[in-house]
T-cell receptor, first 112, second 113 residues
């Protein structure tokens, strides 16, 4: 029962470095999401993909890019990391009925 | 004003107590209502979801939705120390072919043995 798998789990970056967070789901879901979670701010949507081949900005997209590689995989890229991007990142997916959303275990990112 | 409001707590109760967690919302277009449990350093885990007003029960957990008041609740009976976690409410609506989900900020619950 893999569900939603994201890597890496922990990463430390220097300001200005780039990196990609990987996400894959094995539930045949159409929609995939990237959220960040910060203390007192809750979960905020960065980008989402309603279906394979489409991506759209969420609430806080600045400084990020995404790629929906295929139906299973949705990656999040930080081109030039900034300390403000220190956060916990969650990938999630939802099926066509979309009434429930399933999360990965999270990726803890620190930018120094 | 946020679309979804949730008291952040923390809420501390003795083992065996009944816990009531609540959220209010402002968007009457929300169709589905969900509760997630999040343990420390883990991803949110879906506990329950419902799409209509009324109650839905699953073991010790009861989810209640009052659409007329724009208010949802999660009740935990006979609370256990293992229930200690942050509880997130979430609401969704269909927006252009995908489910737009809005989360509350979470209520931290501690159940004391």
């Amino acid at each position: 029962n893999a569900g939603v798998t994201q890597t890496p789990k922990f990463q430390v970056l220097k300001t200005g470095q780039s990196m990609t967070l990987q996400c894959a789901q094995d539930m045949n879901h159409n929609s995939m999401y990237w959220y960040r979670q910060d203390p007192g701010m809750g979960l905020r949507l960065i980008y989402y993909s309603a279906s394979e081949g489409t991506t759209d900005k969420g609430e806080v997209p600045n400084g990020y890019n995404v790629s929906r590689l295929n139906k299973r995989e949705f990656s999040l890229r930080l081109e030039s990391a900034a300390p403000s991007q220190t956060s916990v990142y969650f990938c999630a997916s939802a099926g066509l009925t979309g009434n429930t959303i399933y999360f990965g275990e999270g990726s803890w990112l620190t930018v120094v | 004003q946020k679309e979804v409001e949730q008291d952040p707590g923390p809420l501390s109760v003795p083992e065996g107590a009944i816990v009531s967690l609540n959220c209010t919302y402002s968007n009457s277009a929300f169709q589905y209502f969900m509760w997630y449990r999040q343990y420390s350093r883990k991803g949110p885990e879906l506990l329950m979801y419902t799409y209509s007003s009324g109650n839905k029960e699953d073991g010790r957990f009861t989810a209640q939705v009052d659409k007329s008041s724009k208010y949802i609740s999660l009740f935990i009976r006979d609370s256990q120390p293992s229930d200690s976690a942050t509880y997130l409410c979430a609401m969704s609506l269909n927006s252009g072919g995908y489910q737009k989900v809005t989360f509350g900020t979470g209520t931290k619950l501690q159940v004391i043995p």
